[in-house]
């Protein structure tokens, strides 16, 4: 009677063990594309933020998605208007931060002739080595339109990082790899006019300066931990009751509008491609065909 007894507890035990770890994780979505016009509005929820808030970001918040062929996500993946999250650059057993390569810089995050340059260029020789800047897993390793040669690394804090413009490949798809680690070799594939790394930080596909948390002059970090909520990206949370500058107001609008100029080579189906839509809809929005003649330095609106 007795070992009946203590057979049918361990059961329920562990009955009651197996649901609780079979329990979904919370899926959050976010709501229709923010307009320029709404920035104030938005601003203004954002205006508390509560410790408790904050959350560590990890490979959880992507919710599973592992895409090895865009960079970007869909929107419903994003994170809600009124979550803040908290970036550590400082994770207990992470390699730290290493400098993908020093060098002069080159061109700066924001806009450019007319269009939004969406990383920093750092200058290099033919073939100098790029490393990694963080611990992470390469989501990314392939030829990618006006990139060339791309490496992007999902990092174990949260960041996504692209290396552009390879001469080589040194990593696949799947691969761990710690901060320091051999990405590539250094060039000019793609579309770049000299030898040099474009380097790119994201979250969520969203691209940001990562002049915010890097200091180029040194190469180094400016500091252990970077907060982004509401589509901005702060060091100091009380920087989000502030209105943006004017330099961040015109690189959020670039982003919101999504505008094209065209240069020299562009396609319908290149555009279509880089922007995630059809060439159907750049057509629809723009009132031309498939057999428009595309004049440099047009610019096209992008639905």
Known sequence: MKLSFLTLTAILFFSISSSAQ??????????AKIEPSEMDSLLNTIEDIHEDSLKSLNEILYKNIWNCTQIKYPENTLPCKSDTITILFSNAGDGGFVPPVKGKILSKFGIRHGRMHTGTDIKLNSGDTVRCAFDGKVRLAKRFSGYGNLVLVRHNN???TIYGHLKAIKVKVNDSIKAGDLIGLGGRTGRAT????????????QAFDGGKYIDYDTFSLRTDKIYYANKRFEIDKANFKKKPSPAEAEVFAAGVAKKHVIRKGDTLSGIARKYHTSVRKICSSNHITTQTTLKVGRVLKIS
Do not use: A, N
């Open 22 to 31: 079979q329990l979904p994780l919370p899926v959050d979505t976010i709501p």
């Open 158 to 160: 949260g960041l996504e």
């Open 194 to 205: 000299c030898d040099h790394l474009h380097f790119e930080t994201r979250l969520f596909g």
